[in-house]
């Protein structure tokens, strides 16, 4: 079992719709969850963190997690093509490495 | 700009050469990352600092060596590369190892291309 397990994609979706991006992780012990957008040729850039069980929300993003599933997802609402991109899920396991899921490619259609 | 600087940008090199990447964090960060990205595969981490202390070496080959003299700089030296060595290369940085507040943000990246 992949230690971070991400959906590869790609997740193709209309302009103004809800994105819903998903992520597992396999070290029950982890504490810390992100989400990182990466475009093409560029480095990975922080969207959210996360630590705690529920809902966070900032702007049109909202991440989710429930510790129990081992399972952290992101909403990205009212998408636009400027979201397409690479995400990438991020767990700190073992309490010091930062170990990233192979990412899942979206598409916003215009 | 992240805070994180990387450099080179770009690097060409024989295997027979010998390159390093520099890393610099202006962020009073205490913990530092190398990670390897390679076409369609998922990041690798490979090294990790912290406090100047490396705390883990993901089986990482003795061809790729890194060095940390204090908490804002990171160093990977290359020597004897092979041509699937050619990749991204990432540098990131972060306050901590674990816990809140600990997200790692990145530099721009070295592509490394070994021909």
């Known amino acids: 079992q992949k230690e971070v397990e991400q959906n590869s994609g790609p997740l193709s979706v209309p302009e103004g719709a809800i994105a819903s991006l998903n992520c597992t992780y396999s070290?029950?012990?982890?504490?810390?969850f992100f989400w990182y957008r990466q475009y093409s040729g560029k480095s990975p850039e922080l969207i959210m963190s996360i630590y705690s069980n529920g809902d966070k929300e900032d702007g049109r993003f909202t991440a989710q997690l429930n510790k129990a599933s081992q399972y952290v997802s992101l909403l990205i609402r009212d998408s636009q093509p400027s979201d397409s991109a690479t995400y990438l899920c991020a767990v700190i396991l073992g309490g010091f490495k930062t170990i990233f899921g192979a990412g899942t490619r979206l598409f916003v259609k215009a | 700009e992240t805070g994180v600087t990387q450099t080179p940008r770009h690097l060409v090199m024989g295997m027979t050469n010998k390159k390093s990447l520099k890393c610099e964090q202006h962020?009073?960060?205490?913990?530092m990352y190398w990670y390897k990205q390679s076409a369609k595969k998922p990041l690798e981490l490979m090294f990790v600092?912290?406090?100047?202390?490396?705390?883990e070496n993901n089986s990482v080959p003795s061809r790729f060596s890194p060095e940390c003299p204090n908490s804002s700089h990171l160093f990977l030296h290359l020597h004897t590369l092979q041509p699937e060595d050619s990749a991204l290369y990432l540098c990131?940085?972060?306050?901590?190892?674990?816990?809140?507040?600990?997200?790692?943000?990145f530099g721009q990246g070295t592509r490394l291309t070994v021909v």
């Open positions: 600092y912290n406090f100047k202390e490396q705390t």
């Open positions: 990131a940085s972060s306050r901590g190892t674990g816990g809140q507040g600990t997200e790692a943000f």
């Open positions: 070290d029950r012990g982890s504490q810390s």
């Open positions: 962020l009073g960060h205490n913990a």
